[in-house]
């Protein structure tokens, strides 16, 4: 199996700056790609940001400038970190990842349990 465990999250007010870490384990071979997805009570997930394997990244615009996205392929884990953070970032956190298991298996796709960011204004 694999896990995904994410941390970092917590309050911060208007203003302030929080790292978010992911840390992948398990029976993994390879990770293609990664990336961190939000919801917000009463919405639907939306993505955030996501990275590739090579480390080309891409964000939602409502973060861009402000978040910056990591990976430490040797470690299995996913960072992000984000500056300048607002109330409407309040939202639950999901890390995901497409994990190849072994050698010839199939790229499946992993979701940690979320991490709660909480923005004061």
């Known amino acids: 199996q694999v896990q995904l465990v994410e941390s970092g999250g917590g309050l911060v007010q208007a203003g302030g700056s929080l790292r978010l870490s992911c840390a992948a384990s398990g029976s993994i071979f390879k990770i293609n790609d990664m990336g961190w997805y939000r919801q917000a009570p009463g919405k639907e997930r939306e993505l955030v940001a996501a990275?590739?394997?090579?480390?080309?990244?891409n964000y939602a615009d409502y973060v861009k400038g402000r978040f910056t996205l990591s990976r430490d392929n040797a470690k299995n884990t996913l960072y992000l970190q984000m500056n300048s953070l607002k109330p409407e970032d309040t939202a639950v956190y999901y890390c995901?990842?497409?994990?190849?298991?072994?050698?010839?298996?199939?790229?499946?796709?992993?979701w940690g349990k979320g991490t709660l960011v909480t923005v004061s204004s």
């Open positions: 995901k990842a497409d994990v190849v298991r072994t050698i010839t298996g199939p790229t499946m796709r992993y």
């Open positions: 990275i590739t394997s090579s480390g080309s990244t």
